[in-house]
């Protein structure tokens, strides 16, 4: 049993007792913890970061010694998928558990679907909240909560402090009403002034409270500090959108301009490149639709995103530096929990190609870690194997405080996996993409650890419809691949056309028509 827990069950039988008695105050109270007896949890979410961006995973340039320590001071998960490669849909499978097969949160100006207030409620922040947590989101969001005519209104109204901006937020943060009372305009920089303001209110904070904007001023309370916290720092970067502007201000700091630039010839490109053919035919995807800042074919252009890309990615890393520094200097770090995650990789070459949605490795795996001051001495630096979702996280986290998990979750804790307790787990991990604007095509996948099938739609048929349904009524794929993923990690050599492989082939079209029908109940 974990340390925290003892409070829980006593604070659940209490609950249960106000229920027969119909006393809602003596539920409020009962949900009310001692703050020393539940763990703090800060869950920072990057942006478009793959999981080789690392340099525990490998990458060549990018120093992250503060995001490795993480990693061994916890546990790394090596096989971690997004299962909806996109912003949007992969921030509401994170606040709902669920696979969009089942929450229907594609893109709002596609899909025209909403996370609902019933859904928001069963989140794993607002979880945290009905047990009594003083809740923060801070930073870039990208999910429709309640109508679109209300503007994430139930949203701002019910985390404790909500400093958020829709969309994309650049590099240069003061360009937005909402961060006007920042000090500091590069992004990182200023979204980690915000989580200080959050995590210590004090005199030297007042002026973050004192000078915010009218549009973010009713959700920024001050943190009630016998509560514990539950901080959702949301990051904008490395995505292409927000290091335009790197280092353009005088302000911005020095590294943003000129960190790695003595060692860009160290910065690795695909085998082949640039001159590698899409494998894809022109019926699912044509590579001059793709957004200008995800296209990949010129050299000089790549290599320079590759740059800056490594900047951010260093610069998240000092910034979760800091925070474990404040947090020990608060005297909480040994009762704070922090999950690193990203929401979802990016193609930068790899296939011909760039951008997201496609359900390549390069797309779909991100560096995941779980930190917690109660693990024991045998988990930390632990690495799992397993096949885990994004959609797993918020059960773990509501696991690890204590909080039951809410039976709309799809996803599943992985306390089992990090204790080494014997579990049935997924032996496959299904992806998808709905998103069918900007030239992306409609597409299916299952991934085992020996091999991944993918299935695409005709582009033509489906520009800017949302057909969560249609492959469950029987569609037919419009091309197929299948990798053995054992032998050809880089999904190189598609064996779909091989009749020697016909067998394998129609297990997995079998499997994956199984798990669209599944998923979606």
Known sequence: MHKQLLPIIVSFAVIS??????????????LAPVAS????????????????????????????????QLAADGVFFSHAFITSPICGPSRANFFTGQWERKNRQGFYHVSKNHISHELFDNS????LKAAGYFTGYIGKHHATIGPAKERNAYMKENIDFCYMKGGHLGFDLLKWNEFKNLRHSSQIEGLYEATEAFMRPGKDTDYFFNNAHQSVSD??????QSKPFALSLNLNLPHASSIGGMGAKDTDPEMYRTLYNNVQDDFVFPDGYPNIKVP?????????????????????ALLNKKTKMARAVTAIDMMLGKLRMQLDKMGIADNTIIVF???HGLLLGEHGLGGKTFLYDECVRIP?????PYFSGQQRGMTVDELVAGQDLPATILELCGVPVPDTYQGQSMMPLIEGKPVQWRQEVFCENLFTDQGYPRMEAVRSNEWKYIRYFSKENDRMKYLPDASIQGEQPVFEELFNIANDPQEQINLASNPEYDEVLARYRYRCQELVTELAK
């Not at 794993?124 to 979880?127: E, L």
């Not at 959700?219 to 009630?224: A, E, I, M, Q």
């Open 17 to 30: 007792f106000a229920l027969l008695t119909g006393s809602l105050h003596a539920v409020e109270q009962a």
């Open 37 to 68: 007896t539940r763990p703090n949890v800060i869950f920072i979410k990057t942006d478009d970061q793959r999981l080789d961006s690392l340099s525990m995973t490998g990458h060549p340039v990018t120093q992250t010694p503060n995001i490795d």
């Open 124 to 127: 794993w922040i607002m979880q």
């Open 219 to 224: 959700f920024l309370h001050k943190r009630d």
């Open 280 to 300: 894809l035919p022109e019926q699912v995807f044509r590579q001059d639709e793709l957004m200008g800042y995800y296209r990949t074919t010129n050299p000089a």
């Open 341 to 343: 995650a990203s929401d």
């Open 368 to 372: 995941m870690i779980i930190y917690s």
